[in-house]
Every structure is written in C-alpha cells, then in structure tokens.
C-alpha cells in the first residue's frame, strides 16, 4: 500500500513534526488478527500493526506546540486529504475516547487504478500539561475496500477502545 505510506508521511511533514520514542500518550489494542509490527517509528508511526490482508491500524503522535485545536486538526487534515491528496469524504463524525476525550473520526475512499482503498481517521487532541506539551494523536486505518469491510467492525471496537494518557 504505498500510496497510503506517501499519504501518511506528508501528514507528518504537514503536521510540523512526530514525536518519536520517549512515552505513548496513548493505548490501542489492535484486533486480534492484527501484528504489531517491530520498529514502527522508521515509517513515522508510534504504533503501527497489519493484518494477513493489507489492512493497517496505525497511531501517530504529533506535537502540537501552538496548541492548535481539535477543530484546527480536523479542518487541516481533511482539506489535505481532499485537495491535496484526492481522497473523498464519506462521512465525518464526532467520536470519543475510551478514556473520555472528545475526538473526530474521518471516514474517507480514494480510486488508485482499478482499486478502492478505504481509509479512517480519527483525531484527538492531548492538551499540554505541566509534564509537557501537548499533543495531536491521529489514529489511521485503511486498505483496499473488499479487506476492509470484512474488518471494519473489528477496526471501529478497537479505535473506541482507544485510550489518551
């Protein structure tokens, strides 16, 4: 799935920078027919875990230094998604973390070549805190349609379970 990794990458770069190794501010339990893959930070992940099919589950950690809003982070995704890098929102709506924290799940398809890819993402903004500065975490799931409607469920039981520390 290259083109979702090109996509990804700019996110980060657009973004304004990952926050790599040191703690999680977060907890995600990926399906259980998911791997956790070894070394996620390479591909600027702080999680990242696939299935047999394609289908990746992935969490990044960006700073949000200018403690930009939930509504700043959407907003500045999805235009990106959309006119930057050809992907059609389906559907948007607010979430919330298994741990409280108000989110936005993103539900979005794009045509590359002759297949469909599905990809969602979800948003939540961590608030700087006397320990340190905040943080934006974006919790990403996609591939090819026909694999990703035979997990979807499993993938949306496990964004919901989806803690902020």
Known sequence: MPALARLLAVLVVACGGLTLGG?????LEPPEHFVVLDEPERRGFAMRAVNADGVVLAVREVDNDRTGSLTFWVDAIRNRLRTVRGYAL???RPVKAATGEPGHQLRLGRDQGTQTYD?????????PTLLGDGHVLVVEAGGRREEFARVQDELGKAISGFAVR
């Not at 703690?23 to 907890?27: A, I, L, M």
């Not at 990809?119 to 608030?127: E, G, H, L, S």
């Open 23 to 27: 703690c999680r501010h977060f907890e």
């Open 119 to 127: 990809y969602w993402v979800t948003i939540f903004v961590r608030p």
């Open 90 to 92: 389906l559907e948007e």
